[in-house]
C-alpha cells in the first residue's frame, strides 16, 4: 500500500446516519450531559476512523456536536472510502468562502 502522505489532503465534514444514542445524550442539557456526549461522539467518529482508514493517514480536527459529525484532514481516495462506510451519511469536502 502506498503512503497517502504522497497524496494532497483536504479538509471533509463527515457526517453520521441517524443514532439514538446521539439523540438522547443531546437531549441531555446538563453539563454532565453535555460531556457525556462530547466523548461519546469522539470515541464514535475515532473508531470509524481506525477501522475504516489506515492509522496515521488522517487528521480527525474535531467532533461536531450541533450534527453528528467531525471534520479530517484526508486525500479525496480516503473520503470516497468513508463515503461507503456504515453509519456513513454524507462525506463533503470543505468549500472556503470567497
Do not use: W
Not at 489506515?54 to 484532514?73: A, H, P, R
Not at 463515503?83 to 469536502?93: N, P, Q
Request: charged share 30%; proline share 2%.
Amino acid at each position: 500500500m502506498e503512503s497517502s502522505s504522497s497524496f494532497p489532503t483536504e479538509l471533509y465534514f463527515v457526517f453520521m446516519n441517524y443514532d439514538p444514542q446521539y439523540d438522547r445524550l443531546r437531549a441531555d442539557r446538563t453539563k454532565r450531559g453535555a460531556h457525556e456526549l462530547d466523548v461519546y461522539l469522539s470515541r464514535k467518529h475515532d473508531a470509524l476512523l481506525s477501522r475504516t482508514l489506515e492509522l496515521g493517514t488522517y487528521t480527525k480536527t474535531c467532533s461536531l456536536v450541533i450534527v453528528d459529525g467531525f471534520k479530517v484532514q484526508i486525500t479525496e481516495d480516503q473520503a470516497n472510502v468513508l463515503r461507503s462506510a456504515e453509519g456513513v451519511r454524507l462525506v463533503e469536502k470543505n468549500q472556503e468562502l470567497a
